[in-house]
């Protein structure tokens, strides 16, 4: 673990308890304004999910506002952030370190807001890419960070989500991962835990 740029993120950070105090205000510090109203929409967008499927929406939320913490690394830092932060770095990412922020997200979340949950921090470090035996915490925050689309516009696939979210929420899972599975060739990567997500819910 790398002491010195841990503490060089940690500048400005002043901790309330309250993630949605303190992540804006630090994501705003360190230049990611986008990123702070980002996460707002996912923690909202997951809190809305875990109602609907019945579920508590506290970690849900939470792991909506640390999601994507990482965005202060700039994607050219984030394969040397990762070695010096001890991640284990997959080929597929190190050809394409702009996925390695899911996995510095929940580096960054432990050591920077103590997030101690390790459901939170699992969620986190593959909100991207889903996992092989995802949790239901897991399927929630990949389908709320896919609804709360950070670009203009909407998503191409957020009709075919929506409807699958009829149905159930490994569905919804399912269609964005078949969206990504039909355009694997023109992805920066691909990677393997997508591939292990996207046959094992097609499997079910």
């Known amino acids: ?14 901790l309330t308890g309250d993630l949605a105090v303190d992540v804006p205000r630090w994501l705003t510090n360190h230049g990611c304004p986008h990123t702070a109203r980002h996460c707002a929409a996912v923690a909202e967008e997951a809190a809305l999910l875990a109602k609907r499927f019945g579920a508590d929406s506290v970690r849900p939320v939470r ?16 394969l040397a952030a990762a070695r010096a932060l001890g991640l284990a770095v997959l080929p597929a990412e190190a050809a394409y370190p702009a996925i390695l922020h899911q996995g510095l ?7 920077l807001f103590g ?8 969620a986190v470090a593959c909100h ?9 915490l897991d399927r929630i925050l990949f389908v709320a960070d896919k609804l709360a689309w950070d670009q203009p516009g909407e998503p191409p696939y957020l009709d075919a989500v929506r409807e699958a979210l009829e149905r159930s929420l490994e569905a919804a899972a399912l269609a964005y991962l078949q969206y990504l599975w039909d355009r694997r060739e023109t992805l920066g990567t691909v990677h393997p835990w997508m591939v292990a997500a996207y046959r094992e819910l097609a499997r079910a």
């Open 1 to 14: 673990m790398d002491d010195v740029l841990v503490d060089r993120l940690r500048e400005g950070l002043v």
């Open 63 to 78: 792991a909506g506002w640390l999601h994507d913490i990482s965005a202060v690394i700039p994607a050219g830092s984030r």
């Open 105 to 111: 997200a929940g580096v960054l979340a432990r050591e």
């Open 115 to 122: 997030e101690r949950d390790g459901a939170i921090l699992t």
């Open 128 to 136: 991207t890419t889903l996992r092989r035996h995802s949790t239901f």
